[in-house]
């Protein structure tokens, strides 16, 4: 999978994303991320305060999130794999980011971008 140039300026430019998660029971959550590096078909944010979505990743990593315009015209839903990062360059690289200044992050999670649905 090959995120196009078109999907990447919308994730560097909405930065604020909706990520689903399900437990290994299939229990859902949602929350809101905000993406900190979009490389190749790796999506990149930091874990400050994460519980249930944090828990999910760890059992089932299969994640869906949604990125869209603010008047809604090119939306995309995601489907990739999560993966959580305690160490290593990821972590380095959210742990210094000026956004998480006054935080103390807990982890990078990486999401792997497998399938892409775009709406306009």
Partial sequence: MNLTE???ELL???KVVALATASKDADPQVTFV???????DDLVFTDNQMTTARNNILENGKVVL???E???G????????AQYHTGGERFEYVKHLAD???FSPRAAVVITIEHVI???
């Fill in 6 to 8: 078109k999907q990447k």
């Fill in 12 to 14: 560097n430019r909405r």
């Fill in 34 to 40: 905000e993406i900190n590096l979009v490389e190749d």
């Fill in 66 to 68: 949604m990125a869209f």
């Fill in 70 to 72: 603010q008047d809604y």
């Fill in 74 to 81: 090119y939306c995309l839903k995601l489907f990739g794999t």
């Fill in 100 to 102: 998480n200044e006054g």
């Fill in 118 to 120: 775009e709406f306009s």
